[in-house]
């Protein structure tokens, strides 16, 4: 998603960023593979055929042009000026001047190319499909097919001269030819079924040659026979869940590895012993969140993986996965009625209540059928409580659910959120654009107009009047006469938008796919877009306009305890036409605000160049934004004093350019 990492101190503290394609809302970037020549300059390159280069070690990053738009998966130097890159749709492009202009070459295939190794200038190796290499020794001028004799995917290939190579790949293929790939020999590991991505070769260690194929979720797997027999080496270090490792490299006795959830493993005793710099004790989708304080309980609930329940007593410093009983059903909402009591319900209708904060749960006993899933609760004190969930179902209690009645709807869709404001009073929303009220505890629900026809994710109401309600596509709604009209508020993006949480009636988080997170201070008229650089954010819990938890698929908890810096506010204000501002301060140090505005929903870009036409920032790279007013604080504090240019680019027409003057 455009993140790129760095360590200066063998991983004590990590340099983030997650914008090296640029300011990213539903038009992420995947970048799959780099190259660094030196600490400070570097590849990154990905999809849509994106390819960005730094030369101050990752501060700033500017786009290469790659004349194309296709995904990019691997690259590779051999020396300071000539590289080569791979990609889908059989793409191969090569460099004679360090990166800055690139040319394709033919390759005869249209099938993907996994990764590029290059042994020196002419000779040129690509892996494909089918236990296919694309073979070239003249430099790219000319390509042969080289079969490795599996019919797998080949991920990655290496060399080590002009007769020693091996491969990796799919169905944990390992393959080696002593003889330039004329014959390729199976090599019978007994390793555990995986994919390999990744070889990498490492001459002169201790006594031997070393090999090493990453792809596992638990090991490395090393040859010292130039890949005869291959054994396995641990690499989980103190991790509790542990995934794929796509990578691995090695500096003498210093290794390190990484991969899917952020995985990043390091040894500094040849691979003997390992430390895990993120450990992960969840490794699935959370779907629900709560906090009583920022540093105090946090509960998250979702899928079992160990358990559907993490919990933190510290903000989460730690995290507990034991709720004290088992619990092997998927936890979709959580609802807390004070710091100590609460519920939580999932699948399979169940329903657990905690009388500790969340350190240890109890089963309820619903009698619900186990057919039901119970994607919401909520409660207005220890014992009256309500639960929603599939096939239009509404059930209550008013004895902390020894008993449950179940409630008429009048509908059979999926109901995913329930909000009592009280004892009468409350709302669910669900599928097909379904909103009802009931005024008398849910004995009837009345249908309300939602004027929104798909799945509505969530409703909060903040009072009697006053709520929101969050949907698909960017599509929010909310009511100013406790339902009676549902206004439709114009958000900047497409995204799904799954939760929501106010802290009163016009400051609040919502969040959705593609790692997107916004907020408002103004009732929904104006949003700022930040990005959590996650998966999709399935639930998220505000304590204060500048305090709020997130989580979501792939283990994603984030924590946001400050304000933002350089946020982007956009707000509803359509223009007749397209426009950009001079900014304000000029000059300024180090920040100053940019405006401009679009008409219509365009894909949209913002870029700094320095005087001499190069990129240094992207602010907006090709992003889907809606017609409105977007106003940007931009930081120049990694740039230079000195003459800058901004240029506003709209569906790929340049609609303007200003100039502005850093000075420090």
């Known amino acids: 998603a455009g993140t790129f990492i760095k360590t200066t101190n063998g991983g004590a503290n990590w340099y983030i960023r997650h914008d090296i394609a640029g300011t990213m809302t539903s038009d992420q970037i995947f970048f799959y593979?780099?190259?660094?020549f030196d600490v400070n300059t570097g590849f990154g390159c990905g999809e849509l055929g994106k390819l960005v280069r730094t030369t101050n070690g990752g501060t700033t990053w500017d786009s290469v042009s790659t004349g194309v738009t296709v995904t990019l998966y691997g690259i590779h130097f051999v020396n300071n000026t000539t590289g080569f890159i791979g990609g889908a749709s059989g793409t191969v492009l090569k460099t004679t001047n360090a990166g800055l202009n690139w040319l394709p070459l033919t390759t005869g295939i249209t099938t993907t190319i996994n990764n590029i190794f290059a042994r020196d200038v002419n000779n040129i190796y690509a892996p494909t499909t089918s236990?296919?290499?694309?073979?070239?020794?003249?430099?790219g001028v000319s390509w042969a097919t080289q079969l490795t004799?599996?019919?797998v995917?080949?991920?990655?290939?290496y060399f080590r001269?002009?007769?020693t190579g091996v491969v990796c790949g799919s169905s944990t293929a390992l393959r080696y030819t002593t003889n330039g790939g004329l014959n390729w020999t199976a090599t019978n590991t007994g390793l555990p079924s995986s994919t390999l991505y990744n070889l990498n070769y490492f001459p002169g260690l201790t006594d031997a040659d070393y090999w090493y194929a990453s792809g596992n979720s638990f090991y490395a797997f090393r040859s010292i026979n130039n890949g005869l027999t291959w054994d396995s080496v641990d690499v989980t270090g103190s991790q509790v869940f542990t995934s794929t490792y796509y990578n691995l490299d090695r500096n003498g006795s210093t290794m390190v590895t990484g991969g899917a959830l952020g995985l990043i493993n390091t040894s500094t005793n040849a691979g003997a012993n390992w430390t895990a710099h993120n450990t992960l004790p969840y490794g699935s989708t959370l779907n629900d969140i709560w906090c009583d304080r920022m540093n105090g309980r946090v509960i998250a609930v979702g899928s079992v993986s160990p358990t559907p329940i993490m919990y933190s007593s510290n903000g989460g410093a730690t995290w507990s996965t034991d709720p004290g009983i088992p619990i092997t059903t998927t936890l979709y909402g959580i609802k807390m009625i004070n710091s100590l009591t609460g519920y939580v319900s999932g699948s399979s209708n169940r329903v657990f209540k905690t009388t500790n904060g969340g350190a240890t749960w109890d089963s309820v006993s619903t009698a619900i059928g186990s057919s039901t899933t119970l994607y919401c609760p909520d409660f207005i004190n220890e014992n009256t409580g309500w639960v929603s969930g599939s096939s239009g179902r509404v059930f209550k209690t008013t004895n902390a659910g020894a008993n449950w009645t179940l409630q008429t709807t009048g509908i059979t869709n999926t109901l995913y959120r329930i909000d009592m404001l009280d004892a009468n009073t409350g709302w669910f929303i669900g599928s097909s654009g379904t909103v009802r009220k009931t005024t008398d505890g849910g004995t009837t629900w009345t249908a309300q107009t939602s004027n929104y026809g798909s799945t509505i994710n969530w409703i909060q109401m903040i009072n009697a009047n006053t709520g929101y309600l969050s949907g698909l596509s960017g599509n929010m709604r909310k009511t100013t006469n406790g339902g009676t009209n549902w206004d439709t508020l114009v958000t900047p993006v497409t995204n799904s938008l799954y939760s929501l949480s106010f802290v009163d009636a016009n400051t609040g988080f919502v969040s959705g796919s593609a790692g997107l997170s916004l907020r408002?201070?103004?009732g929904g008229a104006s949003w700022e877009i930040f990005n959590t650089a996650?998966?999709?954010?399935?639930?998220?819990?505000?304590?204060?306009?500048?305090?709020?938890w997130v989580c979501g698929s792939s283990a994603g908890i984030l924590k946001f305890v400050q304000g933002l810096v350089g946020v982007v506010t956009w707000n509803n204000e359509v223009p007749l036409t397209y426009s950009l501002s001079q900014n304000y301060p000029n000059p300024f140090n180090p920040t100053t605000t940019i405006k401009f505005a679009i008409p219509k929903t365009s894909k949209v870009s913002l870029k700094i160049y320095d005087i001499s036409g190069r990129e240094v920032e992207a602010l907006f790279n090709n992003t889907i934004l809606n017609a409105g007013t977007v106003t940007y604080s931009f930081d120049g504090t990694n740039l230079a004093s000195g003459v800058y240019f901004y240029t506003l680019i709209s569906d790929g027409n340049i609609i303007s350019s200003k100039k502005m003057m850093l000075v420090k």
């Open 131 to 139: 236990g296919n290499l694309r073979v070239s020794t003249d430099g």
């Open 520 to 522: 408002t201070t103004t």
């Open 33 to 36: 593979n780099g190259w660094f």
């Open 161 to 163: 001269d002009a007769n």
């Open 153 to 157: 995917t080949v991920y990655d290939v």
């Open 534 to 548: 996650g998966a999709t954010m399935n639930g998220i819990y505000a304590r204060h306009r500048d305090s709020a």
């Open 149 to 151: 004799g599996t019919s």
